[in-house]
Protein backbone atom coordinates (compact mmCIF):
# COMPACT_ATOMS: atom_id res chain seq x y z
CA UNK A 1 0.00 0.00 0.00
CA UNK A 2 1.18 3.22 -1.16
CA UNK A 3 1.88 5.89 2.06
CA UNK A 4 -0.40 9.18 2.55
CA UNK A 5 2.26 11.31 3.73
CA UNK A 6 0.81 13.62 5.99
CA UNK A 7 4.00 14.36 7.98
CA UNK A 8 5.86 16.86 6.35
CA UNK A 9 6.02 18.66 9.65
CA UNK A 10 8.20 15.89 10.99
CA UNK A 11 10.30 15.32 7.13
CA UNK A 12 10.11 15.66 4.25
CA UNK A 13 11.34 13.56 0.94
CA UNK A 14 14.33 15.28 -1.28
CA UNK A 15 13.14 16.72 -3.97
CA UNK A 16 14.27 14.89 -7.31
CA UNK A 17 15.69 18.71 -8.27
CA UNK A 18 17.24 18.99 -4.99
CA UNK A 19 18.88 15.00 -5.58
CA UNK A 20 19.97 15.79 -9.23
CA UNK A 21 21.76 18.88 -8.54
CA UNK A 22 24.02 17.06 -5.32
CA UNK A 23 24.38 13.33 -6.68
CA UNK A 24 28.12 14.97 -8.74
CA UNK A 25 29.23 15.97 -4.87
CA UNK A 26 28.74 12.19 -3.82
CA UNK A 27 31.28 10.73 -6.50
CA UNK A 28 32.82 13.19 -9.41
CA UNK A 29 33.52 16.39 -7.10
CA UNK A 30 34.20 14.81 -4.01
CA UNK A 31 37.01 16.78 -3.01
CA UNK A 32 37.92 17.90 1.07
CA UNK A 33 36.58 21.79 0.65
CA UNK A 34 40.37 23.00 2.75
CA UNK A 35 42.07 20.73 -0.04
CA UNK A 36 44.02 23.45 -2.16
CA UNK A 37 43.92 21.62 -5.66
CA UNK A 38 41.61 22.12 -8.14
CA UNK A 39 39.19 18.94 -6.87
CA UNK A 40 39.15 20.71 -3.43
CA UNK A 41 38.71 23.79 -4.68
CA UNK A 42 35.33 22.85 -6.72
CA UNK A 43 33.86 21.99 -3.32
CA UNK A 44 34.48 25.02 -2.02
CA UNK A 45 33.30 26.88 -4.92
CA UNK A 46 30.34 24.74 -4.45
CA UNK A 47 29.86 26.13 -1.08
CA UNK A 48 30.22 29.81 -1.67
CA UNK A 49 27.59 29.69 -4.00
CA UNK A 50 25.34 27.71 -1.73
CA UNK A 51 26.05 30.46 1.24
CA UNK A 52 25.18 33.09 -1.07
CA UNK A 53 22.14 31.47 -1.92
CA UNK A 54 20.81 31.09 1.49
CA UNK A 55 21.99 34.10 2.74
CA UNK A 56 20.21 36.22 -0.08
CA UNK A 57 17.15 33.98 1.05
CA UNK A 58 17.24 35.21 4.32
CA UNK A 59 18.07 38.91 3.50
CA UNK A 60 21.25 38.43 5.00
CA UNK A 61 25.12 39.00 3.87
CA UNK A 62 27.22 35.94 2.54
CA UNK A 63 29.00 36.11 5.41
CA UNK A 64 26.48 35.81 8.30
CA UNK A 65 25.79 32.12 7.16
CA UNK A 66 27.48 29.46 9.21
CA UNK A 67 26.30 25.67 7.94
CA UNK A 68 25.62 22.79 10.65
CA UNK A 69 24.77 19.72 10.88
CA UNK A 70 20.73 20.17 11.80
CA UNK A 71 18.55 22.25 13.19
CA UNK A 72 19.45 20.99 16.83
CA UNK A 73 22.68 22.31 16.51
CA UNK A 74 22.36 25.49 15.55
CA UNK A 75 19.50 26.46 18.46
CA UNK A 76 22.45 24.74 20.54
CA UNK A 77 25.16 26.73 19.19
CA UNK A 78 23.00 29.79 19.17
CA UNK A 79 21.80 29.67 22.71
CA UNK A 80 24.94 28.73 24.35
CA UNK A 81 27.65 30.13 21.99
CA UNK A 82 25.50 33.86 22.92
CA UNK A 83 25.67 32.85 26.81
CA UNK A 84 29.02 32.05 26.71
CA UNK A 85 30.06 35.07 25.07
CA UNK A 86 27.73 37.31 27.11
CA UNK A 87 28.04 36.24 30.39
CA UNK A 88 30.10 39.13 31.97
CA UNK A 89 27.44 41.03 30.55
CA UNK A 90 24.39 39.00 32.18
CA UNK A 91 22.95 35.79 32.74
CA UNK A 92 19.05 36.05 31.98
CA UNK A 93 17.77 34.71 29.00
CA UNK A 94 13.90 34.95 27.57
CA UNK A 95 12.49 32.25 25.50
CA UNK A 96 8.85 30.50 25.41
CA UNK A 97 6.92 27.22 26.89
CA UNK A 98 6.34 25.85 23.26
CA UNK A 99 9.86 26.08 21.59
CA UNK A 100 10.80 22.74 20.28
CA UNK A 101 13.03 20.88 22.60
CA UNK A 102 16.23 21.84 21.10
CA UNK A 103 15.79 25.15 22.13
CA UNK A 104 13.92 24.22 26.05
CA UNK A 105 16.35 21.88 26.72
CA UNK A 106 19.10 23.70 25.98
CA UNK A 107 17.88 26.73 28.09
CA UNK A 108 17.19 24.46 30.99
CA UNK A 109 21.14 23.17 30.26
CA UNK A 110 21.88 27.19 30.54
CA UNK A 111 19.92 27.16 33.88
CA UNK A 112 21.94 24.78 35.39
CA UNK A 113 24.90 26.74 34.39
CA UNK A 114 24.23 29.68 36.33
CA UNK A 115 22.09 31.25 33.60
CA UNK A 116 17.90 32.35 34.42
CA UNK A 117 15.36 31.47 32.00
CA UNK A 118 11.84 33.36 31.71
CA UNK A 119 9.86 30.91 29.49
CA UNK A 120 6.92 33.04 28.15
CA UNK A 121 3.30 32.00 28.87
CA UNK A 122 1.07 31.85 24.75
CA UNK A 123 -2.36 32.49 24.70
CA UNK A 124 -5.12 29.67 23.59
CA UNK A 125 -4.14 30.29 19.77
CA UNK A 126 -0.03 29.60 20.68
CA UNK A 127 1.15 33.53 20.57
CA UNK A 128 3.58 35.17 23.15
CA UNK A 129 1.72 38.55 24.67
CA UNK A 130 4.46 41.24 23.31
CA UNK A 131 3.90 43.00 26.61
CA UNK A 132 5.21 40.22 28.68
CA UNK A 133 8.31 39.90 26.82
CA UNK A 134 8.86 43.82 26.92
CA UNK A 135 8.33 43.22 30.90
CA UNK A 136 10.66 40.07 31.39
CA UNK A 137 13.38 42.26 30.06
CA UNK A 138 15.72 43.08 32.59
CA UNK A 139 19.29 44.81 32.96
CA UNK A 140 20.78 41.18 32.82
CA UNK A 141 19.28 39.90 29.43
CA UNK A 142 21.37 39.01 26.83
CA UNK A 143 18.80 36.96 24.05
CA UNK A 144 15.30 36.63 23.34
CA UNK A 145 14.87 33.19 21.91
CA UNK A 146 11.26 33.08 20.35
CA UNK A 147 10.36 30.21 17.13
CA UNK A 148 9.25 31.50 14.00
CA UNK A 149 6.78 29.10 13.71
CA UNK A 150 5.35 26.38 16.08
CA UNK A 151 6.52 22.14 14.71
CA UNK A 152 2.64 21.34 16.36
CA UNK A 153 0.43 23.75 15.67
CA UNK A 154 2.11 25.98 13.07
CA UNK A 155 1.52 29.08 14.54
CA UNK A 156 3.20 31.94 13.46
CA UNK A 157 4.89 34.64 16.30
CA UNK A 158 4.84 37.99 15.60
CA UNK A 159 9.09 38.19 14.74
CA UNK A 160 8.76 42.11 13.41
CA UNK A 161 7.62 43.07 16.34
CA UNK A 162 9.79 41.11 18.25
CA UNK A 163 12.73 42.42 16.73
CA UNK A 164 11.54 45.43 17.31
CA UNK A 165 10.90 44.92 21.28
CA UNK A 166 14.63 43.33 21.37
CA UNK A 167 16.33 46.11 19.37
CA UNK A 168 14.80 49.00 21.41
CA UNK A 169 16.51 47.18 25.01
CA UNK A 170 19.54 46.32 22.88
CA UNK A 171 19.27 42.39 23.17
CA UNK A 172 19.96 39.59 20.61
CA UNK A 173 17.03 38.33 19.19
CA UNK A 174 17.20 34.64 17.85
CA UNK A 175 14.74 32.52 16.24
CA UNK A 176 14.26 28.84 15.67
CA UNK A 177 12.87 28.91 11.86
CA UNK A 178 13.19 25.43 11.44
CA UNK A 179 9.66 25.28 10.56
CA UNK A 180 9.38 28.17 8.72
CA UNK A 181 12.25 29.06 6.34
CA UNK A 182 10.77 27.81 3.01
CA UNK A 183 7.52 28.05 4.15
CA UNK A 184 6.86 31.63 5.26
CA UNK A 185 8.24 35.13 4.60
CA UNK A 186 11.30 35.91 6.55
CA UNK A 187 14.08 39.05 6.07
CA UNK A 188 16.49 38.90 8.70
CA UNK A 189 16.86 42.80 8.22
CA UNK A 190 12.85 43.41 8.18
CA UNK A 191 12.51 41.48 11.45
CA UNK A 192 15.93 43.12 13.02
CA UNK A 193 16.80 39.09 13.57
CA UNK A 194 20.16 38.73 15.01
CA UNK A 195 20.61 34.87 15.30
CA UNK A 196 18.37 32.32 12.75
CA UNK A 197 18.36 28.66 13.08
CA UNK A 198 16.88 26.56 9.68
CA UNK A 199 16.52 22.88 8.60
CA UNK A 200 17.40 21.28 5.32
CA UNK A 201 15.25 18.27 5.59
CA UNK A 202 11.98 20.48 6.29
CA UNK A 203 12.10 21.86 3.01
CA UNK A 204 12.51 18.74 0.74
CA UNK A 205 17.10 18.66 1.40
CA UNK A 206 18.66 16.10 3.01
CA UNK A 207 18.68 15.35 7.20
CA UNK A 208 21.68 16.21 8.55
CA UNK A 209 22.22 19.99 7.05
CA UNK A 210 21.80 23.07 8.66
CA UNK A 211 22.47 26.55 9.05
CA UNK A 212 22.70 29.35 11.46
CA UNK A 213 22.49 32.78 10.62
CA UNK A 214 24.27 34.76 12.97
CA UNK A 215 24.25 38.29 12.26
CA UNK A 216 27.58 40.25 11.85
CA UNK A 217 29.21 41.91 15.23
CA UNK A 218 26.80 39.18 17.37
CA UNK A 219 29.07 38.36 20.34
CA UNK A 220 28.86 34.13 20.24
CA UNK A 221 31.59 31.85 20.46
CA UNK A 222 32.33 29.03 18.47
CA UNK A 223 30.62 25.29 19.00
CA UNK A 224 32.77 22.79 17.61
CA UNK A 225 35.94 23.06 17.58
CA UNK A 226 38.98 22.09 15.51
CA UNK A 227 39.70 22.34 11.83
CA UNK A 228 39.45 26.21 10.25
CA UNK A 229 35.99 25.63 8.55
CA UNK A 230 32.87 27.89 8.46
CA UNK A 231 35.72 30.76 9.57
CA UNK A 232 36.86 28.85 12.30
CA UNK A 233 33.03 29.20 13.60
CA UNK A 234 32.18 25.51 13.03
CA UNK A 235 34.82 22.73 12.45
CA UNK A 236 34.24 19.43 10.71
CA UNK A 237 35.10 19.01 7.25
CA UNK A 238 31.62 20.44 5.26
CA UNK A 239 29.13 18.01 4.16
CA UNK A 240 28.99 19.90 0.98
CA UNK A 241 26.40 17.96 -0.71
CA UNK A 242 23.98 18.86 1.59
CA UNK A 243 24.86 22.37 1.70
CA UNK A 244 24.35 22.64 -2.08
CA UNK A 245 21.23 20.92 -1.59
CA UNK A 246 20.33 23.23 1.05
CA UNK A 247 20.65 26.31 -1.09
CA UNK A 248 18.79 24.25 -4.07
CA UNK A 249 16.15 23.35 -1.78
CA UNK A 250 15.66 27.73 -0.42
CA UNK A 251 16.11 28.81 -3.73
CA UNK A 252 12.78 26.52 -5.01
CA UNK A 253 10.99 27.05 -1.62
CA UNK A 254 11.41 31.01 -2.36
CA UNK A 255 10.52 30.82 -5.90
CA UNK A 256 7.42 29.00 -5.52
CA UNK A 257 6.37 30.22 -2.05
CA UNK A 258 3.36 32.11 -3.03
CA UNK A 259 1.64 29.74 -5.45
CA UNK A 260 2.50 27.22 -3.02
CA UNK A 261 1.35 28.80 -0.39
CA UNK A 262 -2.20 29.40 -1.87
CA UNK A 263 -2.40 25.91 -2.54
CA UNK A 264 -1.63 24.59 0.65
CA UNK A 265 -3.96 27.18 2.54
CA UNK A 266 -7.11 25.87 0.33
CA UNK A 267 -5.87 21.99 1.16
CA UNK A 268 -5.42 22.90 4.56
CA UNK A 269 -8.88 24.72 4.86
CA UNK A 270 -10.56 22.01 3.48
CA UNK A 271 -9.07 19.59 5.88
CA UNK A 272 -9.74 21.51 9.11
CA UNK A 273 -13.38 22.36 8.14
CA UNK A 274 -13.98 18.98 6.74
CA UNK A 275 -13.28 17.46 10.34
CA UNK A 276 -14.53 19.70 12.35
CA UNK A 277 -17.73 19.48 9.89
CA UNK A 278 -17.71 15.67 10.20
CA UNK A 279 -16.16 14.92 13.77
CA UNK A 280 -18.48 16.14 16.47
CA UNK A 281 -16.48 17.30 20.10
CA UNK A 282 -13.35 18.43 17.67
CA UNK A 283 -11.63 21.69 17.89
CA UNK A 284 -8.21 23.22 15.84
CA UNK A 285 -5.37 23.77 17.78
CA UNK A 286 -3.21 26.66 17.39
CA UNK A 287 -4.27 30.41 15.23
CA UNK A 288 -6.81 29.94 12.82
CA UNK A 289 -5.11 32.01 10.52
CA UNK A 290 -1.57 33.11 11.81
CA UNK A 291 -0.45 29.21 10.75
CA UNK A 292 1.84 27.50 8.92
CA UNK A 293 0.07 26.91 5.16
CA UNK A 294 0.49 23.17 5.89
CA UNK A 295 -0.44 22.66 9.49
CA UNK A 296 -2.99 20.74 10.56
CA UNK A 297 -3.52 19.93 14.53
CA UNK A 298 -6.91 19.14 15.78
CA UNK A 299 -8.20 17.59 19.25
CA UNK A 300 -11.10 14.61 19.03
CA UNK A 301 -12.55 14.76 22.45
CA UNK A 302 -12.97 10.84 24.54
CA UNK A 303 -10.24 9.42 22.84
CA UNK A 304 -6.50 8.96 22.60
CA UNK A 305 -4.09 9.71 19.67
CA UNK A 306 -1.49 6.75 19.41
CA UNK A 307 -4.63 4.88 18.85
CA UNK A 308 -6.17 7.09 16.08
CA UNK A 309 -2.69 7.12 14.42
CA UNK A 310 -2.17 3.53 14.34
CA UNK A 311 -5.62 2.92 12.87
CA UNK A 312 -4.74 6.06 10.15
CA UNK A 313 -1.34 3.76 9.79
CA UNK A 314 -3.58 0.74 9.07
CA UNK A 315 -5.60 3.09 6.34
CA UNK A 316 -1.96 4.26 4.54
CA UNK A 317 -2.07 7.36 6.49
CA UNK A 318 1.10 8.66 7.61
CA UNK A 319 0.81 11.57 10.80
CA UNK A 320 1.48 12.33 13.88
CA UNK A 321 0.26 13.18 17.88
CA UNK A 322 1.01 14.84 20.84
CA UNK A 323 0.15 12.14 23.15
CA UNK A 324 1.74 11.03 25.46
CA UNK A 325 2.30 7.55 24.16
CA UNK A 326 4.18 9.11 20.93
CA UNK A 327 6.63 11.07 22.94
CA UNK A 328 7.87 7.96 24.75
CA UNK A 329 7.00 9.93 28.06
CA UNK A 330 3.55 10.08 30.39
CA UNK A 331 2.56 13.38 29.90
CA UNK A 332 1.38 14.73 26.78
CA UNK A 333 2.61 17.60 24.15
CA UNK A 334 4.23 20.38 26.08
CA UNK A 335 2.84 22.72 23.33
CA UNK A 336 -0.89 21.84 23.71
CA UNK A 337 -0.95 21.81 27.41
CA UNK A 338 0.91 25.78 27.17
CA UNK A 339 -2.64 26.56 24.92
CA UNK A 340 -4.63 25.41 28.22
CA UNK A 341 -5.67 22.20 27.08
CA UNK A 342 -6.74 19.73 29.72
CA UNK A 343 -4.43 16.31 29.72
CA UNK A 344 -7.66 14.58 27.34
CA UNK A 345 -7.22 17.07 24.29
CA UNK A 346 -3.63 17.15 24.63
CA UNK A 347 -3.94 13.10 24.16
CA UNK A 348 -5.79 13.24 21.64
CA UNK A 349 -4.60 15.32 19.46
CA UNK A 350 -3.56 14.62 15.68
CA UNK A 351 -1.43 16.57 13.58
CA UNK A 352 -1.81 16.46 9.91
CA UNK A 353 1.03 18.05 7.99
CA UNK A 354 0.89 18.63 4.61
CA UNK A 355 3.15 19.77 1.93
CA UNK A 356 4.77 19.89 -1.92
CA UNK A 357 3.51 16.16 -2.56
CA UNK A 358 0.00 16.49 -0.88
CA UNK A 359 -3.03 16.74 -3.29
CA UNK A 360 -6.69 16.74 -2.70
CA UNK A 361 -7.41 13.91 -3.03
CA UNK A 362 -5.28 12.74 -0.33
CA UNK A 363 -7.17 15.45 2.02
CA UNK A 364 -10.38 13.80 0.90
CA UNK A 365 -9.39 10.63 2.11
CA UNK A 366 -8.57 11.40 5.10
CA UNK A 367 -11.91 13.04 5.32
CA UNK A 368 -13.12 9.91 4.39
CA UNK A 369 -11.59 7.59 6.83
CA UNK A 370 -10.86 9.60 9.80
CA UNK A 371 -14.68 9.91 11.17
CA UNK A 372 -14.87 6.51 11.54
CA UNK A 373 -11.78 5.63 12.83
CA UNK A 374 -12.71 8.61 15.68
CA UNK A 375 -16.26 7.11 16.05
CA UNK A 376 -14.93 3.57 16.05
CA UNK A 377 -12.55 4.67 19.39
CA UNK A 378 -15.65 6.15 20.72
CA UNK A 379 -17.21 2.94 20.96
CA UNK A 380 -14.40 1.71 23.12
CA UNK A 381 -14.24 4.92 24.88
CA UNK A 382 -15.24 4.91 28.79
CA UNK A 383 -15.29 8.61 28.72
CA UNK A 384 -17.68 8.98 26.32
CA UNK A 385 -19.64 6.44 27.22
CA UNK A 386 -19.76 9.09 30.49
CA UNK A 387 -20.29 11.42 27.94
CA UNK A 388 -23.40 10.25 26.28
CA UNK A 389 -24.99 8.81 29.50
CA UNK A 390 -24.82 12.74 30.86
CA UNK A 391 -26.16 14.10 28.21
CA UNK A 392 -29.31 11.29 28.41
CA UNK A 393 -29.69 12.49 31.98
CA UNK A 394 -29.66 15.91 30.71
CA UNK A 395 -32.60 15.74 28.33
CA UNK A 396 -34.32 13.47 30.02
CA UNK B 1 7.19 -1.72 17.70
CA UNK B 2 4.09 -3.85 18.70
CA UNK B 3 4.03 -7.58 18.30
CA UNK B 4 1.79 -9.31 15.74
CA UNK B 5 -0.78 -10.53 19.11
CA UNK B 6 -0.89 -7.04 20.01
CA UNK B 7 -1.62 -5.48 16.31
CA UNK B 8 -4.51 -8.16 16.60
CA UNK B 9 -5.76 -7.42 19.39
CA UNK B 10 -5.88 -3.67 18.61
CA UNK B 11 -7.38 -4.36 15.57
CA UNK B 12 -9.83 -6.38 16.39
CA UNK B 13 -10.54 -5.96 20.14
CA UNK B 14 -12.28 -9.11 21.63
CA UNK B 15 -15.16 -8.36 24.38
CA UNK B 16 -15.61 -4.54 23.64
CA UNK B 17 -18.60 -2.80 25.62
CA UNK B 18 -20.34 -3.30 28.79
CA UNK B 19 -22.88 -5.85 30.27
CA UNK B 20 -26.60 -4.75 30.88
CA UNK B 21 -26.34 -6.05 34.53
CA UNK B 22 -22.06 -6.51 35.47
CA UNK B 23 -22.14 -8.41 39.06
CA UNK B 24 -18.93 -6.47 39.09
CA UNK B 25 -16.95 -3.10 37.68
CA UNK B 26 -13.81 -1.57 37.78
CA UNK B 27 -12.41 1.34 36.40
CA UNK B 28 -8.96 2.54 36.72
CA UNK B 29 -6.01 5.11 35.51
CA UNK B 30 -6.65 8.78 34.40
CA UNK B 31 -6.60 11.12 31.67
CA UNK B 32 -3.47 12.72 32.88
CA UNK B 33 -1.78 9.62 32.06
CA UNK B 34 -3.76 8.80 28.72
CA UNK B 35 -5.22 5.70 29.83
CA UNK B 36 -8.36 4.39 31.39
CA UNK B 37 -9.77 1.67 32.02
CA UNK B 38 -13.19 -0.25 32.87
CA UNK B 39 -13.80 -3.88 33.33
CA UNK B 40 -17.47 -5.47 33.84
CA UNK B 41 -17.80 -9.07 34.72
CA UNK B 42 -20.66 -11.32 35.16
CA UNK B 43 -20.03 -13.50 37.60
CA UNK B 44 -21.99 -17.33 38.87
CA UNK B 45 -20.74 -19.31 41.48
CA UNK B 46 -17.41 -18.20 41.98
CA UNK B 47 -16.78 -18.35 37.68
CA UNK B 48 -16.25 -15.57 35.78
CA UNK B 49 -18.95 -16.25 32.68
CA UNK B 50 -18.23 -13.20 31.05
CA UNK B 51 -16.34 -10.19 30.95
CA UNK B 52 -15.99 -6.62 28.81
CA UNK B 53 -14.28 -3.62 28.80
CA UNK B 54 -14.05 -0.21 27.40
CA UNK B 55 -10.78 1.63 27.03
CA UNK B 56 -9.40 5.12 26.27
CA UNK B 57 -5.70 4.94 25.71
CA UNK B 58 -3.43 3.88 22.92
CA UNK B 59 -2.68 0.39 21.39
CA UNK B 60 -1.39 -0.94 23.84
CA UNK B 61 -3.71 0.04 26.62
CA UNK B 62 -6.95 -1.72 24.26
CA UNK B 63 -4.47 -4.66 23.33
CA UNK B 64 -4.31 -5.39 27.31
CA UNK B 65 -7.72 -4.78 28.02
CA UNK B 66 -8.70 -7.24 25.20
CA UNK B 67 -6.72 -9.84 26.22
CA UNK B 68 -7.10 -9.34 29.81
CA UNK B 69 -10.69 -9.84 29.54
CA UNK B 70 -10.34 -13.26 27.25
CA UNK B 71 -8.15 -14.46 29.89
CA UNK B 72 -10.34 -14.43 32.53
CA UNK B 73 -13.56 -15.65 30.91
CA UNK B 74 -14.16 -18.85 31.81
CA UNK B 75 -11.82 -18.55 35.18
CA UNK B 76 -12.84 -18.84 38.92
CA UNK B 77 -12.46 -15.91 40.68
CA UNK B 78 -9.09 -17.32 42.40
CA UNK B 79 -8.07 -18.45 38.82
CA UNK B 80 -8.51 -14.84 37.78
CA UNK B 81 -6.42 -13.42 40.33
CA UNK B 82 -3.12 -15.50 38.78
CA UNK B 83 -3.82 -13.31 35.90
CA UNK B 84 -1.43 -10.79 36.12
CA UNK B 85 0.25 -8.07 34.44
CA UNK B 86 3.26 -10.43 33.28
CA UNK B 87 0.48 -13.30 32.31
CA UNK B 88 -1.10 -10.46 29.70
CA UNK B 89 1.75 -9.12 28.14
CA UNK B 90 3.25 -12.70 27.67
CA UNK B 91 -0.32 -13.44 26.33
CA UNK B 92 0.56 -10.86 24.08
CA UNK B 93 3.96 -11.66 23.35
CA UNK B 94 5.41 -8.94 24.85
CA UNK B 95 5.02 -4.83 25.36
CA UNK B 96 7.91 -2.16 24.74
CA UNK B 97 9.60 -1.19 27.83
CA UNK B 98 7.20 2.02 27.89
CA UNK B 99 3.99 0.19 27.53
CA UNK B 100 4.51 -1.98 30.99
CA UNK B 101 2.27 0.39 32.45
CA UNK B 102 -0.51 -0.88 30.29
CA UNK B 103 -0.66 -4.34 31.36
CA UNK B 104 -0.45 -3.39 35.15
CA UNK B 105 -3.64 -0.98 34.51
CA UNK B 106 -5.50 -4.47 32.66
CA UNK B 107 -4.33 -6.42 36.12
CA UNK B 108 -6.07 -3.48 38.46
CA UNK B 109 -8.64 -3.00 36.27
CA UNK B 110 -9.82 -6.47 37.08
CA UNK B 111 -8.76 -6.50 40.29
CA UNK B 112 -10.95 -3.41 40.86
CA UNK B 113 -14.18 -5.28 39.16
CA UNK B 114 -13.75 -8.18 41.68
CA UNK B 115 -13.32 -5.57 44.50
CA UNK B 116 -16.77 -4.28 43.33
CA UNK B 117 -18.51 -7.49 43.54
CA UNK B 118 -16.89 -8.81 46.36
CA UNK B 119 -17.93 -5.33 47.93
CA UNK B 120 -21.77 -5.70 46.64
CA UNK B 121 -22.04 -9.22 47.65
CA UNK B 122 -20.49 -8.55 50.87
CA UNK B 123 -17.37 -11.12 50.13
CA UNK B 124 -13.99 -11.52 51.07
CA UNK B 125 -12.09 -12.61 48.29
CA UNK B 126 -8.62 -13.91 49.51
CA UNK B 127 -5.31 -12.34 48.14
CA UNK B 128 -7.72 -9.06 46.87
CA UNK B 129 -6.85 -5.81 48.00
CA UNK B 130 -8.78 -2.80 47.61
CA UNK B 131 -7.48 -0.71 44.14
CA UNK B 132 -5.63 1.46 44.28
CA UNK B 133 -7.13 4.96 43.27
CA UNK B 134 -4.49 5.88 40.33
CA UNK B 135 -1.74 3.87 39.27
CA UNK B 136 -1.42 6.22 36.15
CA UNK B 137 2.04 7.28 37.56
CA UNK B 138 3.45 3.95 38.86
CA UNK B 139 5.59 3.86 35.65
C1 LIG C 1 10.97 23.96 15.45
C2 LIG C 1 12.07 22.96 15.30
N1 LIG C 1 13.28 23.24 15.78
C3 LIG C 1 14.31 22.38 15.65
C4 LIG C 1 14.16 21.16 15.04
C5 LIG C 1 15.32 20.23 14.93
O1 LIG C 1 15.79 20.15 13.62
P1 LIG C 1 16.74 18.93 13.21
O2 LIG C 1 15.87 17.74 13.10
O3 LIG C 1 17.34 19.32 11.90
O4 LIG C 1 17.77 18.80 14.28
C6 LIG C 1 12.90 20.82 14.53
C7 LIG C 1 12.69 19.51 13.87
O5 LIG C 1 11.95 18.68 14.32
C8 LIG C 1 11.84 21.73 14.66
O6 LIG C 1 10.62 21.45 14.20
Known sequence: MKTIYFDYAATSPVRNEVFEEIKPYFSSFFGNPSSIYQLGQEAKQAIETARQTV????GGRTDEIFFTS???????WALRGV?????????HIITTKIEHHAVLHTAQYLERHGFTVTYLDVDQDGLISLEELEKAITPKTI???VMAANNEIGTLQPLKEIGAIAKRHGVLFHTDAVQAVGHVPLDVEEMQIDLLSLSGHKLGAPKGIGALYIRKGTPIHPFLLGGGQEKKQRAGT??????VGLAKAMALAA???EEETARLTVLREKLINGLLEKIPHSQVNGHRTKRLPGNCNLSFAFVEGESILMLLDAAGIAASSGSACTSGSLDPSHVLLALGLSHELAHGSVRFTLGLGTTEEEVDYVLEVLPDIVARLREMSPLYEDFMKKTKEETV | MYSQKVMDHFMNPRNMGSLAQPDGVGRVGNAKCGDIMQVELSIQDDVITDAKFKTFGCGAAIATSSMATELVKGKTIQEALQVTNRAVMEALDGL????VHCSLLAEEALHAALWDYAQKNGLEIEGLEAPVEDIGDHH
Do not use: F, H, T, Y
Not at chain 1, 55 to 58: K, T
Not at chain 1, 70 to 76: I, P, Q, R, V
Open chain 1, 55 to 58: ARVL
Open chain 1, 238 to 243: ENVASI
Open chain 1, 70 to 76: CGSESDN
Open chain 1, 83 to 91: AEALQQKGN
Open chain 2, 96 to 99: PPVK
Open chain 1, 143 to 145: LIS
Open chain 1, 255 to 257: EEM
